[in-house]
């Protein structure tokens, strides 16, 4: 049975490209699935937390933010569809990404993270 994500992203018209999920992070079970585009961690994030203007260790990277395409969530439960649309569109010179995606890329790509969420 083919995966709701996958189903998603073949629908957009990305081509060659399935989700999986890892029980594991064992090299050799990785290297069992071919080429790997990205790897997406999805935690269950306090509701109560808000997020500042620098991240709790650190600060941002602003240069390496600039070459990359990365929305800022404002809608609980979509981090999932977030990330993988996210990926796909930071990795467009290794998949296809259709027309859909690749449009949606030109026209939303280079809002600020916070207006291209909306």
Do not use: W
Request: proline content about 4%; aromatic content about 12%.
């Amino acid at each position: 049975m083919q995966g709701v994500f996958t189903y998603l992203i073949e629908k957009l018209g990305v081509k060659d490209v399935q989700f999986e999920e890892l029980t594991t992070l064992e090299v050799s079970e990785l290297q069992a699935l071919g080429t790997i585009y990205g790897v997406i961690f999805l935690f269950k994030y306090p509701t109560g937390e808000t997020r500042g203007d620098t991240p709790k260790d650190g600060t941002y990277d602003h240069e390496a933010a600039n070459s990359l395409f990365f929305p800022a969530q404002t809608i609980q439960n979509a981090c999932g569809t977030q990330a993988i649309v996210s990926l796909l569109l930071n990795r467009e010179e290794q998949v296809e990404i259709g027309k859909e995606l690749k449009e949606f890329k030109e026209f939303a790509g280079d809002f600020p993270p916070d207006v291209c969420s909306h």
